[in-house]
């Protein structure tokens, strides 16, 4: 059986293979389409970078027409329109909903009701990746993560450029080959430009600091631009091996 079809928990993970290691995770919401599945795995391919993998079929729904985005680093569906009410779940930035009603300050889902200032309109987009990696700063680094409950470098970068309407590959190999402009090895750094190790992705700060998520820090975090190259290039991970702009 095959077809569309959307993440319908909060945080999944994409296995390489039925009940193998995690590649990467997609979020509540996410539109993919079905290749093939059996009563416990699926094979899907997500919608926004094509990426393919494994998940539990329990963890699909049919198509929902999304409306709204969360576009805080995170929020809670509550069982009421109140804040004090019983909260049912979690979603990271970047789920999608389906909006139905709005009481007070509050906005009425499927999965509960969520803080009106948590969620933008499909569409809305942002306008700076690293505006955007900065909501996620003192997130727990988590190799294949996607959310803001553990992410990972290109995990981060996927994050801040899709959320800017810029279409983002969900690996670092590919996002190098497919990012941005190359420059020349004595171009000065601008906030927005991409950094490149092997197996690693940063985005720049500032010309002085950059931001990711690292195993070093085992976080999100802004590190010395200088100090992280010498740093990665120490422990044995080699030199910087693309720096990219883009637009």
């Known amino acids: ?43 899907i391919r997500a919608s926004k970078d094509g990426y393919t993998g494994h998940v539990a079929t329990q963890a699909l729904a049919a198509p929902l027409e999304a409306t709204h985005w969360v576009s805080a680093p995170a929020t809670h569906a509550y069982e009421a329109a109140d804040f004090k009410s019983r909260d049912l779940c979690a979603l990271s930035f970047g789920s999608r909903l ?30 700076d990746p690293v505006t955007v990696a900065e909501k996620f700063l003192g997130t727990p680094y988590l190799w294949g993560g996607n959310s803001r409950f553990g ?12 959320a800017c309407g810029i279409p983002c590959p969900g690996d670092s190999g590919p996002q190098e080959r497919e990012l941005g402009t190359a420059l020349p090895a004595a171009s000065g750094y601008e906030r927005g430009d991409l950094l490149f190790w092997k197996g690693h992705v940063a985005l720049v700060r500032d010309p002085d600091h950059i931001i990711h998520a690292n195993a070093h820090d085992m976080a999100v975090a802004i590190e010395p631009l200088e100090a992280a190259i010498l740093r990665i290039l120490e422990q044995g991970d080699g030199p910087v091996t693309a720096h990219k702009r883009l637009g």
């Open 98 to 127: 389906q909006v139905s009603a709005q009481t007070g300050r509050f906005a009425e889902t499927e999965l509960g009701h969520i803080p009106k200032v948590h969620l933008s309109p499909i569409g809305t987009g942002l306008n």
């Open 151 to 162: 992410i990972d470098c290109s995990g981060l970068v996927q994050a801040a450029l899709l």
């Open 1 to 43: 059986m095959s077809g569309a079809a959307r993440i319908a928990h909060p945080v999944v993970d994409l296995l390489r293979a039925p009940g193998g290691t995690r590649e990467r995770q997609l979020l509540y919401g996410e539109s993919v389409a079905v290749l093939s599945r059996d009563s416990d795995w699926a094979e």
